[in-house]
Nanobody, 118 residues
Framework: VQLQASGGGLVQTGGSLRLSCAAS????????LGWFRRVPDISREFVAA????????SYGDSVKGRFTISRDNAKNTVYLQMNNLKPDDTAVYYC????????????WGQGTQVTVSS
């Protein structure tokens, strides 16, 4: 599975962005999808995940209530709606896929930079 993320950019504190990640390749398989982020010199942080059917979602504590993950299987795309952005949300965001609802993420896309100015 190949993953292509897009939608990053520069936004002011309190603003919103929507990230997209398009999957290609073995998209007939039922993959769980997720988003992670990384700040330089800091380990990767889990942001959100969603099951194949979209009925199960989970979020990192720092984004709960502000970010929403969703997916459109007809378009093989996962989205991350980010509202009320804070400077601490500044990071490179990565999308990832795994073969089920739990377990490690096996496939990773390139990152997209999100910068939140104060």
């Amino acid at each position: 599975v190949q993953l292509q993320a897009s939608g990053g950019g520069l936004v002011q504190t309190g603003g919103s962005l929507r990230l997209s990640c398009a999957a290609s390749g073995r998209t007939s398989s039922r993959y769980g999808l997720g988003w992670f982020r990384r700040v330089p010199d800091i380990s990767r942080e889990f942001v959100a995940a969603i099951s194949w059917g979209g009925d199960a979602t989970s979020y990192g504590d720092s984004v709960k209530g502000r970010f929403t993950i969703s997916r459109d299987n007809a378009k093989n795309t996962v989205y991350l709606q980010m509202n009320n952005l804070k400077p601490d949300d500044t990071a490179v965001y990565y999308c990832a896929a795994r073969g089920g609802t739990t377990g490690p993420f096996e496939y990773w896309g390139q990152g997209t930079q999100v910068t939140v100015s104060s």
